[in-house]
C-alpha cells in the first residue's frame, strides 16, 4: 500500500509523541508499505540518519513542512514551546496542501494521522480527499474525575474548567465534524473510546506507547543493603535518615502542574504508611513553589526532594535503582513514564484513570479513587516493598503489525502486505 503518515511530532530514539510519531512510520514502513512521511523540520538530520543506517527504511520518504529547525529551539530554550498547540493548529493548512498535491500526483491507498491527535484538534488530512483515513491514537478528551478537584488548588480547579469549556467547544464545532470523515479512529484508553463512538465511526484502543529497544537492555537494580543517594543528586535538601535504617526511594516524574497529581503525592507522603518512605521529584511547572510551600508546611523537607529535570538515559538509571514510580496523574491519555518504569521493572503505583491502568498490567498497582485517594496511594506504594519487579513491554516492535492492523481494515484490503508482519 502507499500509505500518507502526518506525525508532527517525530524523532527516532525519543520519548512521549515524538517517539510515537517515529514508530508509527517506521512500523508503517517495515511493514511492507510505500510510506510518505510528513513532519516538522526540526528532527530532520536524525530522521535521515536512522533511515540510511535501516534497510528495511528504504520504503519511508520523508517531507518536511513548518518552522525550521532552529527556530524551534529556541523558541524551547527561551518559551518552553508555549503556544506550541496553536503552531500545531495552523500546521494542519500546509500539511493539507502538501497531502492534496502529492495525491493528485500518485494517489495514495490510506493516510494516517499519527501524533499530536488530540481529539479536539481537527486533522487537515480529513480535508485532503483521501479514500482511507486513520486517526490516531486519539487522547486529549479525557477528564479530571470530580473525586480529585480537591487535589488541583484553586488555579488547577480554574484551569481545568477553562480547558473542559474550549476544548469541549471545540471538539463539538471542529474537530467532531473532522473525526467523521475519518475510516478509522484510535483511542488511547476506554475513556477516550467512549468519547470517539459518539462521532460514529469504528474505533479501537491502543495507547501511543512505543519504547526502542535500548530501553529494555539488562538491567541490574541494587534494591537492598545499604542506600546511596547515587544518581538521585539533591538540589534542594538532602534526603535520608541521619544515622538511621536507609528509606525506600519514590520516583515523580512528569510536569509539576495541577493534574498531574504532584499535591496528590505530597498528600500520600504525609500519610503514616509512608513514614520509611523518600520521594523524589524530577520536573518543572507551574505549581513547583507550590509544592516547596507544602514540603516546608507540613515537614516534609527530609524525605521528600524536588530536583532539576535531568536527561532521558539518567531518568531510566534513576528507575532501575527506584522501589516505585508514583504516577497519580488525573486525566492521562497514556502516560509513556509509566511504560518506561515498568519496562525495567520499577513498580508503577497510579491511579485508576484513563490510559496509565491500561499499560500497568502485572507490573503495578491502579488506585481506585474513591474514599481516602492519598491513603489509598500510600498503602498502595507502601505494599511494593518485598514485591518481585515484573517487567512490561511495550515496545516499538509491535508497530508494524499494529498499523498494518488498521490500514487492512481503513481500506478493506486484509491480507495486502509486501511481507509477513510478525
Same mark, same amino acid.
Given at each position: ?21 517515529? *514508530? ?67 500546521? =494542519? ?73 474550549? *476544548? ?28 470517539? /463512538? ?60 495541577? #493534574? ?27 505549581? /513547583? ?8 508546611? #507540613? ?24 522501589? *516505585? ?61 518485598? =514485591? ?30 509486501? /511481507?509477513?508482519?510478525?
Amino acid at each position: 500500500m502507499r500509505v500518507l503518515v502526518a506525525a508532527f511530532a517525530c524523532r527516532p530514539g525519543g520519548g512521549s509523541e515524538p517517539g510515537a510519531g517515529w *514508530a508509527l512510520a517506521a512500523g508503517a514502513a517495515r511493514a511492507g508499505n510505500d510510506v510518505v512521511l510528513v513532519t516538522q523540520p526540526r528532527h530532520r538530520v536524525s530522521i535521515e540518519g536512522a533511515i540510511s543506517a535501516d534497510p528495511e527504511l528504504a520504503g519511508l520518504h520523508p517531507y518536511y513542512v513548518g518552522l525550521p529547525a532552529g527556530v524551534m529551539e529556541q523558541w524551547d530554550r527561551v518559551l518552553g514551546l508555549r503556544g506550541l498547540q496553536l503552531y500545531y493548529l495552523s500546521w =494542519q493548512i500546509p500539511l493539507l496542501l502538501l497531502a492534496r498535491r502529492l495525491h493528485r500526483s500518485r494517489p495514495f491507498d490510506a493516510a494516517h494521522h499519527a501524533t499530536m491527535t488530540n481529539e479536539w484538534i481537527p486533522s487537515g488530512l480529513s480535508a485532503a480527499g483521501l479514500p482511507a483515513l486513520v486517526l490516531g491514537p486519539l487522547g486529549g478528551g479525557e477528564r479530571v474525575p470530580p473525586e480529585c478537584r480537591r487535589y488541583l488548588g484553586v488555579r488547577g480547579r480554574f484551569t481545568e474548567r477553562v480547558r473542559a469549556i474550549a *476544548a469541549g467547544g471545540f471538539h463539538v464545532a471542529v474537530a467532531r465534524p473532522s473525526a467523521r470523515r475519518a475510516t478509522l479512529l484510535v483511542a488511547q484508553n476506554e475513556e477516550e473510546a467512549a468519547r470517539l /463512538r459518539r462521532c460514529d465511526r469504528p474505533v479501537v484502543v491502543s495507547p501511543n506507547v512505543f519504547l526502542d529497544p535500548t530501553w529494555f537492555d539488562p538491567v541490574s537494580p541494587d534494591r537492598g543493603g545499604t542506600r546511596t543517594d547515587g544518581s538521585l543528586r539533591a538540589t534542594d535538601a538532602k534526603a535520608g535518615r541521619q544515622g538511621g535504617p536507609p528509606r525506600y526511594r519514590a520516583l515523580y516524574v512528569g510536569r509539576l502542574v495541577a #493534574w498531574k497529581g504532584i499535591h496528590l503525592a505530597l498528600e500520600a507522603m504525609r500519610r503514616p504508611e509512608a513514614d520509611d518512605w523518600e520521594l523524589h521529584v524530577y520536573g518543572h511547572g507551574a505549581e /513547583r513553589r507550590r509544592a516547596e510551600a507544602k514540603i516546608r508546611r #507540613w515537614g516534609l523537607a527530609e524525605r521528600v526532594v524536588l530536583h532539576e529535570p535531568v536527561p532521558r538515559h539518567e531518568v531510566r538509571d534513576l528507575m532501575v535503582h527506584a522501589d *516505585a514510580l508514583l504516577y497519580p496523574s488525573m486525566r492521562e491519555a497514556a502516560g509513556w513514564v509509566v511504560a518506561e518504569a515498568l519496562a525495567v521493572g520499577c513498580p508503577v503505583v497510579c491511579l485508576e484513570i484513563g490510559g496509565p491502568p491500561l499499560l500497568v498490567g502485572t507490573g503495578g498497582t491502579t488506585v481506585p479513587i474513591c474514599g481516602d485517594v492519598p491513603g489509598n496511594l500510600a498503602q498502595a506504594v507502601a505494599a511494593t516493598v518485598g =514485591q518481585p519487579r515484573r517487567v512490561v513491554r511495550w515496545g516499538d516492535d509491535r508497530a508494524a503489525g499494529l498499523v498494518q492492523g488498521w490500514y487492512e481494515r481503513a481500506t478493506g484490503r486484509a491480507g495486502v502486505v509486501a /511481507r509477513p508482519v510478525a
